[in-house]
């Protein structure tokens, strides 16, 4: 059951949320974090939904923040669910209204569980150093995904002027099953490798952190080509003895191929962002290897397009 304050105040929230957990006996003893999202109302409800699925395993409290700017009145409106369809932890949406939407640090202050830690989300549109924002600056862990920014690339390149040690972005995450298969591909003897490309969609923020995951570990050129999507469609790891090839046209279904052994398909599935955010959730040290990808990032520069007829662009696609 969803409990509603209208034009209400953090302390009174404080209260409705310690009645709400004596009411169906719940207890803040079990939650290990405090998971602040910033959003706006377009997006508020699917990710306060990915993190309440994550929260099954992380129990926590979860504090959406919409902020709600414009020539109103300030005022604070609350929803708030305590340990029931939304998850085990507590659910609380914040709407901050007027003048009030550019202090959601000082409403959500007093709404954060005592001695656990608190990770930030920026869903959408974060802000270029996540680390000098006034909520970013509450929390040990502050997650980004610059695939939800307008321009991705242009995202990533502020996320690496910016980066403070606890950052971390979702387009990172989404290459955490290309670099566990890779890794495991080169577990068996392979001859030396002379050169790498990744493929994928244009602007692809993970595309551009694989490629420099791989630049950095390999010691050897890596070079980005466009494809058709969707995301990341193929590594080519191109060795003295003939291609290593991990592919994934459908986005569904990986495809291991190596020089003499037998190609056989591969778990390799796009996956959802709540269990994205689920595997942020379970890690709250800094990532030193998303740091070094992203500090060695080498962005494509733009190129001037000559004009196209109609049907052009159509066979460009």
Known sequence: MTTRLENTTADAIVRAINAERHKVGATSTGMVLTLIIVTDEENQSDATRAAAHSAMEHPCRIITLIPRPGRVDPALDANIDVGDTMGPGETVRLRLRGELSEHGASVTLPLLLPDTPVVVWWPTNGPDVPAEDPIGRMAQRRVTDAAGHRHPLQALDERRKGYV????????????????????????????????????????????????????CLDVPVDLHRSRGPGITGVVLHTSGGPIELTRPDGRTGRLARPGVATHDVPLSRRDVRDLIGEEMSRLDPDDTYAEALAAIQLPKPTRRRPTTAAQEDDDE
Do not use: C, F, H, K
């Open 165 to 216: 040690p606890g950052d971390t972005d979702l387009a990172w995450t989404r290459t955490t099953t290309w670099r566990s298969m890779l890794a495991a591909a080169l577990d068996l003897p392979y001859a030396p490798i002379e050169r790498a490309e990744v493929s994928a969609e244009r602007s692809n923020p993970s595309a551009v952190l694989l490629q420099s995951w791989l630049a950095n």
